[in-house]
């Protein structure tokens, strides 16, 4: 008995701590599990969101992204989280009509986790520990097909900069 509660333990701390985005279940926006293996052969932006935030905005660019490049096996992934200044303050229910009604968001969404922090989600503890720390919201990380981080994009870097984009097209390819 004691043998099976140290083996489930183990797998359940190497799965929190995955080998790619794919080892991850996350749940979306309204409660169901998602497991992130689903975009296996995508290449994915993941993004810690925010409603109340001077990077708000870019929720619009980041739709942009989506509809652009979606056909092509881009994923955006958006987290929000209230990590910084209390700027995601919300429910789940209240983010999700906040950026359907001011930004038609069609990307996938996910329930608000922590980025940073001791309470920081396993999924970002991947993403920093292979990408660099999260220091503010709209923070992306683009994840390649095979679920390994590619690049990490400060907040300043804009969904639409060159920068940004190159990297997807890259990524795509």
């Known amino acids: 008995m004691h043998l099976a509660k140290l083996t489930l333990g183990v797998l359940m701390s190497a799965a929190a701590f995955g080998a790619s985005l794919h080892d991850f279940t996350m749940n979306d926006i309204k409660g169901k599990a998602t497991p992130l293996a689903s975009y296996k052969g995508k290449a994915v932006l993941v993004v810690n969101v925010a409603s109340q935030c001077g990077y708000t905005p870019q929720y619009a660019g980041l739709q942009s992204l989506y509809?652009?490049?979606?056909?092509?096996?881009?994923?955006?992934?958006?987290?929000?989280?209230?990590?910084?200044g209390a700027q995601e303050p919300g429910t789940n229910d209240e983010i999700?009509?906040?950026?359907?009604?001011?930004?038609?968001?069609t990307f996938p969404m996910f329930s608000k986790i922590s980025v940073t922090g001791s309470d920081q989600a396993p999924l970002y503890k991947y993403l920093t520990d292979s990408g660099g720390k999260v220091s503010w919201n709209f923070t992306k990380f683009l994840v390649g097909?095979?679920?390994?981080?590619?690049?990490?994009f400060d907040?300043?870097?804009?969904p639409d900069s060159e920068e940004l984009t190159k990297a997807i097209e890259a990524a795509l390819r």
């Open 67 to 84: 509809e652009k490049y979606k056909d092509k096996g881009l994923v955006i992934a958006g987290f929000p989280a209230n990590n910084f």
């Open 96 to 105: 999700k009509t906040f950026c359907e009604r001011n930004y038609k968001v």
């Open 155 to 158: 907040s300043g870097v804009k």
């Open 145 to 152: 097909k095979d679920g390994q981080v590619i690049k990490k």
